[in-house]
């Protein structure tokens, strides 16, 4: 009798102490660090979103028609392969090694592309044009692969080139404490800066 007493009063003291974890860990913690991130760093607690829900600040996005077609107004982000691209529920890299062909094929085909467009040597065009990052929704892209779509955004918005180099210089961000990765551009943040320059 006296241990069913005692299992009885040792379930009834572990369900209270769930509770009770669970009311101030699962809830009372959650709230705490919720309400601090929106008091201290709103933006970021709430995703970095672009401006007139344009998506996020950190994960990139096509700038192409319907078609797939690159909009020659536009600066072009890196290649995706999350998912159907820049799938957040997807993130991924291919997967393939250097020495795959079908990786070695897609770039030789992305790589002639983008010297068309862009009216370049193929030799001339940067490493990240032509590849995917490895979660595959990497917002940004090299400042020489940004420098290097100047004249054809330029002449499509009908401004000099002078006007859309400033601004795109205007956007490198630096890297990482000073000394980690290589300086980049944001490329949506970038075109939206482009389009609110046009606007004004």
Known sequence: MSFTRTAARTTGVAIRAMLVLT???GVGYTLLV???????????ANGSPLP???GSSLIGQPFTDADGEALPEYFQSRPSAAGDGYDGAGSSGSNLGPENPDLV???ADRQAAIAER??????????????????GLDPHISVAYALLQVPRVAEARGVPEQQVQDLVESR???RDLGFLG???INVAELNLALDDQEGE
């Open 34 to 44: 919720t309400g601090i991130g929106q008091l201290a760093l709103p933006w970021q």
């Open 23 to 25: 009311l101030v860990l």
């Open 52 to 54: 007139d829900d344009k």
């Open 105 to 107: 094929a897609a770039i």
């Open 172 to 174: 490198i961000q630096g």
């Open 118 to 135: 862009e009216g370049v040597k193929a030799s001339e065009v940067p490493a990240d044009a032509v590849t995917a990052s490895g979660s």
């Open 182 to 184: 290589e300086e980049r």
